[in-house]
């Protein structure tokens, strides 16, 4: 009964000596900082950071890049440039809880995500008709906003979509309720910012080939910077809770609908957002453009963006061609 006693006080000591280390080591997020490059756009839920990229022979269009579940906005860099050179302005911008974005206690839902696009292309003085790009999470994100504002959407254009994974492994959704339990959530997001990415970030480029990619430095020290401050883990936290990734077929579907130029674009062995998704995409959206890379992974984005960057900047000339 004494060692039982024993190992009750020493775990006890251990959970909340951890927590008060992490708690105090853990930057207060009302201090990040912009950096040299970018604007705060101060939005009702704090400041959004943002990157505006204006074509040198400017078509008038603009292009509206949103993120997936984790890494910020740089996943775009090696993008942008193929963008900008086909004659589109682009938006590049953090979601709340990562890069260098506010990080507000809130539900991260799906209409949160909308709606703070929104507020950001009002807040950019936007009018008119905008071009959308979703990688992985962003792609919901994206789809659901043009299924909600149709008139204020040029295309709609997909990479490596989240919303065809299978949920019906019990045991993830178990272990998704877990950590999202609100005692559980919080010493996660304290203790834990690094829990899902290592420290730095373990998120390894899955290849050297393309020029352009993202370096593993850069990756790295994004990573590092957006962990320094509370709330990172949290942000992550919530969303899993309540904004449902593994299937939004219903507003594919919906969106299959409308008469939106669609594109997407996916790497054949991407191991977060199976492939296999793209036949029952391809029925929910009979119009919308195809592209595979051949043993690309889901970091195509940044990993290999000379053929993300190509192929996006084909397909929102093409659209404009076919008005």
Do not use: C
Not at 37 to 61: D, R
Not at 128 to 155: C, D, R, T
Not at 160 to 173: H, I, T
Not at 270 to 279: A, F, M, Q, R, T
């Amino acid at each position: 009964m004494k060692y039982i006693l024993y190992f009750i006080i020493i775990f006890i000591s251990f959970f909340l000596l951890t927590y008060l280390y992490s708690y105090f080591k853990l930057e207060d997020p009302k201090k990040i900082s912009k950096p040299s490059v970018g604007e705060f756009a101060p939005l009702k839920n704090g400041n959004i950071y943002f990157q505006k990229f204006e074509s040198q022979n400017s078509n008038g269009e603009t292009v509206l890049l949103v993120h997936g579940f984790s890494t910020p906005s740089i996943v775009w860099k090696g993008v942008i440039p193929f963008l900008t050179e086909s004659g589109f302005d682009v938006i590049a911008y953090d979601h709340y809880g990562r890069g260098y974005s506010a990080r507000p206690k809130v539900n991260y839902t799906k209409d949160f995500y909308i709606s703070t696009l929104f507020e950001l292309k009002n807040f950019l003085n936007i009018d008119q008709k905008v071009h959308l790009v979703g990688y992985s999470m962003g792609g919901p994100i994206v789809g659901y906003f043009a299924n909600e504002f149709p008139e204020m959407i040029s295309s709609v254009n997909f990479i490596a979509p989240a919303g065809y994974m299978n949920q019906e492994d019990s045991n993830s959704n178990l272990f998704i309720k877990i950590l999202t339990l609100p005692l559980i959530s919080h010493y996660i997001s304290i203790v834990l910012p690094s829990l899902m990415y290592g420290g730095n970030s373990s998120i390894k480029l899955s290849t050297e080939e393309d020029k352009n990619k993202l370096s593993q430095t850069e990756l790295n020290k994004v990573y590092e910077k957006q962990m320094k401050y509370e709330g990172f883990t949290r942000s992550l936290l919530s969303t899993a809770k309540h904004f449902n990734l593994f299937n939004t077929a219903n507003m594919y579907k919906e969106l299959g609908k409308k008469n939106i130029k669609t594109s997407v674009i996916w790497g054949s062995s991407d191991e977060i957002v199976s492939i296999n998704g793209l036949d029952s995409m391809k029925e929910d959206i009979p119009s919308i453009n195809v592209e595979i890379i051949k043993n690309g992974k889901h970091d195509i984005t940044y990993a290999l963006p000379t053929q993300v960057g190509k192929f996006l900047a084909s397909q929102l000339k093409s659209f404009l061609t076919n008005e």
